[in-house]
Every structure is written in C-alpha cells, then in structure tokens.
C-alpha cells in the first residue's frame, strides 16, 4: 500500500490499517512545513488504526494522529515533528531515534516504548503514560511532563534540562546521570527511584516526594513522604 492508497481508503470511512507497512513514506500530504500553513482537514488520519504498522524512518512530521492506535508500531527514526498524537496509543511502539519536536503527546499511552536517543525538545507530553518506557540518552529539554507517568521508565543520560515534570510520577525510575539544569520537579514523586546525580544540577525540587530515594551520596531521602 502507499501513501495516496492510505489517504483515499480513510478519506472512505476505512479506518483499520493495522501491520501496513510505510516504511520510510511520506505521509505529509500537505507538504506544508509550518503548522499554521497547514489548512483545517489536511493531513488528518485522526483515529486510525495503525497498530503493528512498519513506519520506519518515514515522515509524519505535521499529521494528525490524534486518537490513534499506534501501538506496537515500528517508528525508528521517523520524523514526527509537531504531529498531532494527543490521546494516541503508543504503548510497545519502537520510537528509537525519532525526531518528536514540539509533537503534542499530551495524554498519549507510550507504556513500554522504546524513545532512546529521542530528541523531544519543546514537546507536549502532560499527563502521558510513559511507564515503563526507556528513554535513554534522549534529549528532551523544554519538554512538558508535566502530570506524566515515568513510573519504571529508564532516563539513563538524558537531558532534561528547563523540562516541566510538576507533579509527575518518576516512582522506580533510573535517572543516572541526567541532565536537569533548571529542570522544574516540584511536587515529583521520587519514590523507590534511583537517582546519580553526580552530573546534574537540581534547584527546583520544592516539595518533591523522596520516598526511600537513593541519592548521590547513598543517603536515603524520605522528605515529604507518608
């Protein structure tokens, strides 16, 4: 199947493209390379189901997945830069060395994704569910996060430096040697997580819950915790 095949079958109700394979496509219909030129309606796959799907290295930059099943999808250096995937199904999708600038993943499931080697700077991704997910040697700066899930997630070396993590949940999380200059967690639970700060620099931690936390040092932090 290509591009225009997909366009024509969803522009007909057709919504289950589950395992296609898009590899390296371009689904960014509209060649639009700016958000505001893009016209209400164009590249719009709203809802569709694309579970399983090969979209490796391909171009979503732009398009509209919001509501989209998503998961277990192959997205390896795709580029999906300000692409719509708010409420999306990413859970189990491979996102390796995707580009995810400004994307809007607010609300998205991307339990148990693989998003190493990411670059998600600016990006929406409040109240997303990203337990379980490896994040490593990603670069996230600017991201919101806030409200987020990171419970078991893997932040092994990445950068998060002036990234809004209020009130999310890093219970269980590896964050060995992140980068959080300016870095905003208050009211984070830390809870159980391991945390080697030896490269990092935190200022902004008012309020954040330390339950059985390890620290730097080895110490033990239980501030705030009940």
Avoid at 30 to 52: F, H, M, R
Avoid at 101 to 118: E, F, Q, V
């Amino acid at each position: 199947m290509d591009v225009e095949e997909l366009y024509r079958r969803y522009a007909a109700g057709e919504r289950d493209f589950s395992g296609v394979d898009l590899s390296r496509a371009n689904l960014n219909v509209a060649k639009v390379t700016y958000l505001e030129d893009l016209e209400p309606g164009q590249n719009d796959l709203s809802g569709i189901n694309l579970s399983g799907a090969n979209l490796t290295g391909a171009n979503l930059s732009l398009v509209n997945l919001s509501g989209a099943n998503l998961s277990n999808a192959k997205l390896d250096s795709a580029k999906l830069a300000e692409a719509d995937l708010s409420g999306a199904n990413l859970s189990n999708a491979n996102l390796s060395s995707a580009e995810l600038c400004r994307i809007d993943l607010s609300g998205a499931d991307l339990s148990g994704a693989n998003l190493d080697c990411t670059d998600s700077t600016g990006a929406n991704l409040s109240r997303a569910n990203l337990s379980g997910a490896s994040i490593a040697e990603a670069i996230w700066e600017a991201t919101d996060l806030s409200g987020a899930n990171l419970s078991e997630a893997n932040l092994t070396q990445s950068a998060l430096c002036n990234a809004n993590l209020t009130g999310a949940c890093l219970r269980d999380t590896n964050l060995e040697e992140p980068s959080l200059d300016g870095a905003n967690l208050t009211n984070v639970d830390l809870s159980e997580s391991f945390i080697n700060l030896d490269m990092a620099n935190i200022n902004r931690i008012s309020g954040a819950i330390l339950c059985n936390t390890t620290m730097p040092d080895g110490s033990i932090r239980n501030d705030h915790c009940q």
